[in-house]
């Protein structure tokens, strides 16, 4: 299975900070990546697929970079809604993994 | 607009079973993928299983083959998620989650509210 890992676990940031997020590969999986918000008690919410696809209606403060195993979800200036728990996703290969996700919290 | 409503979650034994119910609306569901997602409580998300759109191919995660089965009824819109010979460790919230419609490995665009799961005697 392809192992995804990212980094931080936790982020402490402020309204208006740049943040990024980091999802590392264990193998290549080539641009096939998503990026998922999750809040307490509701469902993952696609945000950007094949890695630097921004997925309808999300605002375009988000972005994903990358190929291969290294990967970044940046938020270019964080929003009081943008506090959350964020994951990312590998679909190039069975069985689809999930990194252990992100936590944004107020700094 | 897309909906999908999973309903069958609850309190079951260890070695029980239970049926998991995805009711889907707002689009064509027989068009799509489907998957299974997990969350155990406080951890993060598991894919469990995944169905072609005539129900064809299947796919698990290696730690519920030969226990749970995926199914779908497109004449009803719905996706099922039979769950067999039931351990602790399947105890998690169940969403319901719209793959693509064209290839099976995809990100997931639409996910139900989930269903909780509680295995413990």
């Known amino acids: 299975d392809i192992q995804m890992t990212q980094s931080p676990s936790t982020l402490s940031a402020s309204v208006g900070d740049r943040v990024t997020i980091t999802c590392r590969a264990s193998?290549?999986?080539?641009?096939?990546l998503a990026w998922y918000q999750q809040k307490p008690g509701k469902a993952p919410k696609l945000l950007i697929y094949?890695?630097?696809s921004l997925e309808s209606g999300v605002p375009s403060r988000f972005s994903g970079s990358g190929s291969g195993t290294e990967f970044t979800l940046t938020i270019s200036s964080l929003q009081p809604d943008d506090f959350a728990t964020y994951y990312c996703?590998?679909?190039?290969?069975?069985?689809?993994?999930f990194g252990q996700g992100t936590k944004v919290e107020i700094k | 607009e897309v909906q999908l409503v999973e309903s069958g979650g609850g309190l079951v034994q260890p070695g029980g079973s239970l049926r998991l119910s995805c009711a889907a609306s707002?689009?064509?569901?027989?068009?799509?993928?489907m998957s299974w997602v997990r969350q155990a409580p406080g951890k993060g998300l598991e894919w469990v299983a995944n169905?072609?759109?005539?129900?064809?191919?299947?796919y698990y995660v290696d730690s519920v083959k030969g226990r749970f089965t995926i199914s779908r009824d497109n004449a009803k819109n719905s996706l099922y998620l039979q769950m067999n010979s039931l351990r602790a460790e399947d105890t998690a919230v169940y969403y319901c989650?719209?793959?693509?419609?064209?290839?099976?490995?995809?990100?997931?665009?639409?996910w139900g509210q989930g269903t909780l799961v509680t295995v413990s005697s």
């Open positions: 989650a719209r793959g693509d419609d064209y290839g099976d490995l995809s990100p997931f665009d639409y």
């Open positions: 707002g689009f064509t569901f027989s068009s799509y993928w």
């Open positions: 169905i072609k759109q005539d129900g064809s191919e299947k």
């Open positions: 193998q290549s999986i080539s641009s096939w």
């Open positions: 094949k890695a630097s």
């Open positions: 996703q590998q679909y190039n290969s069975y069985p689809d993994t």
